[in-house]
């Protein structure tokens, strides 16, 4: 086995320690292909984690094997790669690394990261998020196809409301679908704005989509996880490798995509002739930056008209002013 190879990106040389160990075994892809798919899709990797501080899934033996989350920056972190400091729910703050070229890409590969993930701010401005994030998660007894028709009606959702969205797969079951945003409101008021997203969804689309937080509540439906937008959490980038058995990506997509293709189209062997036959798809988000207004109206008017307000938080987050119980509705029924 090969001790160690260097791989030139973008001007720097970045070195991959034992290039030919298998990350994975079922289509034999190494840990030198990760690295030079991450150079192959440079540009599009670094337009979505430019700046953002991002937390590494890191898996140092391949998908096979242990892996981990790392918030924190490594300790023999390069100095030409930047650092962001964020605030987690706790009050406690840790300094993330923030790629701006993909040479501090392809060096985090080398560190066995596989998947990105980035906050949806800058590291100039940690606390005001530039991006609604809405992710379709389809539930047990649905699949792809729910969540690409749940696609297709909060791309509707989105446009009477002056929003466009850019959608891209998961890499796995799901889609995600980003909305630029000017970067003038704090985590809470995003959170909310991706609720009310999800609730006027819901409310075209009740066989098919919830935003109902407990599991037991949601049935055969397509959930949008409005909790993606609380803080400290985050969703695998575009270009991203997936811990799965095919290496299958995080793929952005042009909307007259969405309808036939399939996460399994976009891997790590096909993704770097697709990047370079069409570059990245979603570089048109940069031009970009829309403002929640109308969809904070339409907040106001579920809140006043409906009574509906806020929804549970993740468990691991401070109880907020106006959250509903964390409490299982069938396990509620049961203490009363």
């Known amino acids: 086995m090969a001790e160690a190879a260097e791989l030139t990106v ?13 990350y994975f075994p079922e289509r034999g892809f190494t840990k030198l292909d990760v690295a030079r798919y991450f150079a192959a899709v440079g540009d599009g990797v670094v337009r979505a984690l430019r700046d953002r501080p991002t937390t590494l899934e890191r898996y140092p033996d391949g998908v096979t094997g242990e892996s981990f989350f790392q918030k924190r920056a490594p300790k023999n972190l390069p100095e030409w790669i930047a650092t962001g400091r964020i605030s987690f ?4 703050h840790a300094d993330e690394i923030c790629p701006a070229e993909p040479a501090a890409v392809v060096w985090a590969a080398n560190l066995g990261c596989l998947t990105f993930h980035p906050w949806p701010v800058r590291r100039g401005d940690t606390e005001h998020p530039d991006e609604l994030r809405l992710d379709l998660d389809p539930q047990p007894g649905t699949d792809y196809a729910d ?20 959608p891209k797969t998961s ?10 945003i000017v970067p003038e409101w704090t985590f809470r008021q995003v959170r909310r704005a991706a609720i009310t997203v999800g609730r ?36 695998a980038s575009a270009y991203s490798v997936r811990a799965r058995p095919r290496a299958t990506v995080s793929a952005p997509l042009r909307w007259e995509e969405v309808g036939d293709a399939v996460p399994e189209d976009f891997d790590l062997g096909t993704m770097p002739q ?17 403002r ?26 401070p109880k907020a002013a106006g959250e509903p119980r964390r409490v299982q509705p069938s396990r509620a029924r049961r203490d009363r």
């Open 292 to 317: 929640l207004d109308a969809v904070f109206e339409a907040a106001l008017r579920d809140e006043r008209d409906l009574g509906l307000g806020d929804l549970p938080y993740p468990p691991q987050h």
């Open 10 to 22: 973008g001007g720097r040389t970045v070195r991959v320690s034992s290039p030919d160990k298998v």
């Open 200 to 235: 006027e969804l819901e409310r075209r689309d009740p066989q098919r989509v919830t935003t109902a937080w407990w599991k037991e509540e949601r049935g055969e439906r397509v959930f949008v996880d409005y909790n993606q937008m609380a803080r400290d959490r985050t969703i």
């Open 147 to 166: 969540a690409v028709r749940a696609a297709f009606g909060l791309r509707e959702v989105l446009a009477d409301l002056g929003l466009t969205g850019w």
């Open 274 to 290: 697709r990047f370079a036959e069409r570059g990245d798809v979603h570089a048109d988000m940069e031009e970009h930056a829309f």
């Open 171 to 180: 890499g796995g079951r799901g889609l995600h679908v980003f909305v630029p």
């Open 89 to 92: 729910p706790s009050g406690r």
